[in-house]
């Protein structure tokens, strides 16, 4: 424990010293003192780097793998972060050191059981790319096949464990103490990371989303997705087939983009409304190019699965917009939204007419879908609609390919790409198998409904002429009430122990020998502990309720000069 205690404090002191030197200057050049000369580093601090996203997500890269996925995760949560740190946080790049080649020999025989000569006729030393979290080495099995080897990095499961500890505590200290993490909630998205980097840290997950993958598009001979080794994979070592080719961000100059493009669209739209599952790092390091004009997929680490509801309500939001119905996006929004409290549905509308109104003379062409997307998001958050993750993860997915699609094609018209495989999705929706299998299942509900109405109204009837029926009235008097009520009772029982307490210390220690101006001391002593016992309870009870949490939005705000 004292071990794992030190582990901790050195890492918050290393974090400290990062977090310090991506800010620090600034505070100086706020408070107008001279900075004092900077101690040597090995990586010298960016003090010319422009403030604000740019550097958050500097700081974050070097903090580690982590924090990366921290800024990946914040990344898709346009309600906790404004337009420009999202556009920063998406270009977030996963690097590292290299391991040496001994290591990752070590860590193959370590995750498969056998020595690397044994199972590899070869492995590469030079890495074909690597990460905080694992780094890929190019191979060939023996059989001769071509393989791409994904080495998890020692210890790094420990290093992310604690860094994830570290920030449970710091969301909740600021669950407790901030004002705003009502609606930020810091725990979830703490959470949120953590369900992400475990999933992320066993290979046998990307394996399996590898596989899932590969089944749906056997009908896809255009887009390749990599082979998995089953007998050389483990949690900590992934063997996939070695695609060859060129990422996206260095195509050749003779290739067809605007034809790429076109077939990008037409997979993300494949992915979503036909698959139910998509890629949800899609960046074009992940996209690769092949000779023969395919072009294949890598990086399974992260997928996002969409349920038939879900498929349903994208359908009618995406038409929605597109035909500027304010009010089916309102209600579309109220549906999705995980509010705990009363939201007017007239308020969110007016608003919803204000955003599509200023898109009002714009062609599909000259939307910037992300922004849209965004602008649409930040509305729900402002009447407190808390939006699932998953939409909000395919948001930044979609946000990802459109900025490919424009980089390869700025003329492109992907609402004209997709119209037809939308009406064709729309169509099968309706079609005679669709509607037979919902009349089917709304018969089946019926069907339930009608054997089990009969039974509640009965058992509501029984509990009526019984007394046994309880009726709980909610509302702010009453919740005041009951408060009162608490203190009041806190008080008094505060008060009886500290009578207690006193009587008890006198009738005890009267006895004592020890005196102090003709009393007993320690009933002195014992008095005085229980009058702090009634004076602090008192005090709790009457200032609780006024205590307020801090608020950064007015802490950090502009002040008037």
């Known amino acids: ?66 924090f990366i996925k921290f800024g990946q995760v914040l990344s898709t949560r346009p309600d906790l972060v404004s337009a420009p740190y999202v556009a920063e946080l998406r270009t977030l790049q996963d690097s590292c050191e290299t391991l040496d080649f001994a290591d990752v020999e070590q860590a193959i025989e ?41 080495v998890q990095r020692p210890n790094i499961r420990d290093d992310v464990r604690r860094d994830i500890d570290l920030l449970y505590h710091v969301a909740h200290l600021l669950d407790a103490v901030v004002e705003e993490s009502a609606m930020t909630e810091p725990i979830g998205v703490v959470s949120e990371l953590d369900k992400a980097l475990t999933e992320e840290l066993n290979f046998l997950n990307e394996a399996s989303n590898c596989r899932t993958f590969g089944a749906l598009h056997e009908n896809r001979p255009d887009i390749v997705i990599p082979t998995v080794f089953d007998e050389l994979s483990s949690s900590t070592i992934l063997t996939l087939s070695y695609v060859a080719g060129v990422p996206f961000s260095r195509l050749p100059p003779d290739v067809d983009r605007p034809a790429i493009a076109e077939r990008l669209v037409r997979e993300a739209f494949d992915q979503v409304f036909l698959d139910g599952v998509y890629h949800a790092d899609p960046h074009p390091g992940n996209l690769r190019y092949l000779p023969d004009g395919r072009y294949g997929i890598l990086d399974f680490g992260l997928i996002g699965k969409l349920t038939p509801q879900m498929q349903e309500t994208l359908v ?23 509010g705990d409290h009363r939201v007017n549905l007239s308020d969110v509308r007016d608003d919803t007419v204000l955003l599509l109104n200023r898109y009002l003379d714009r062609s599909i062409a000259d939307i910037d879908s992300t922004l849209l997307m965004q602008e649409v998001l930040t509305l729900g958050m402002k009447h407190k609609l808390r939006i699932p993750a998953e939409y909000t993860m395919l948001a930044r997915a979609g946000a990802t390919i459109e900025g490919i699609v424009r980089d390869l094609d700025p003329s492109i018209d992907a609402a004209a790409v997709a119209r037809p495989h939308a009406e ?13 299998g919902g009349l089917y299942r709304a018969l089946l509900q019926f069907q339930g409904l009608s054997n089990d109405v009969p039974l509640q109204l009965s058992q509501i009837l029984s509990d009526l002429s019984s007394g046994n029926t309880q009726v709980r009235v909610m509302g702010m008097p009453l919740e005041r009430l009951q408060s009162a009520v608490l203190i009041a009772g806190g008080m008094i029982a505060g008060a009886v122990v500290a009578g207690a307490f006193i009587i008890g210390a006198f009738i005890s220690l009267a006895r004592v020998s020890w005196t102090m101006f003709g009393l007993p001391l320690f009933g002195v002593l014992g008095a005085a502990l229980g009058i702090g016992v009634a004076l602090g309870v008192g005090a709790y009870a009457l200032f609780r309720p006024r205590l307020k949490k801090l608020s950064l939005l007015r802490l950090m705000g502009p002040r008037g000069q």
């Open 110 to 150: 370590t995750g498969l059981g056998r020595a690397p000569t044994e199972l590899f006729d070869s492995i590469e030393p030079l890495p074909l790319a690597t990460a905080s979290i694992a780094q890929v080495h190019r191979g060939r099995t023996k059989d001769g096949t071509e393989v791409a080897i994904k």
């Open 424 to 436: 064709r999705l729309l169509l099968s929706r309706v079609g005679p198998e669709q509607v037979q």
């Open 1 to 66: 424990m004292l071990a794992s205690t030190a582990k901790n404090l050195g890492r918050l002191r290393q974090i400290t010293a990062v977090v310090g030197k991506y800010g620090y200057a600034e505070l100086l050049r706020r408070s107008d003192t001279p900075a004092a000369p900077a101690a040597p580093t090995e990586t010298p601090a960016p003090t010319h780097a422009p403030l604000g996203p740019r550097r958050f997500r500097l700081m974050l890269e070097e903090l580690g793998a982590t």
């Open 316 to 338: 009618v939001l995406a038409m929605a917009v597109s035909v500027r119905d304010a009010d089916t996006v309102a209600r579309t929004l109220y549906r999705l939204g995980q």
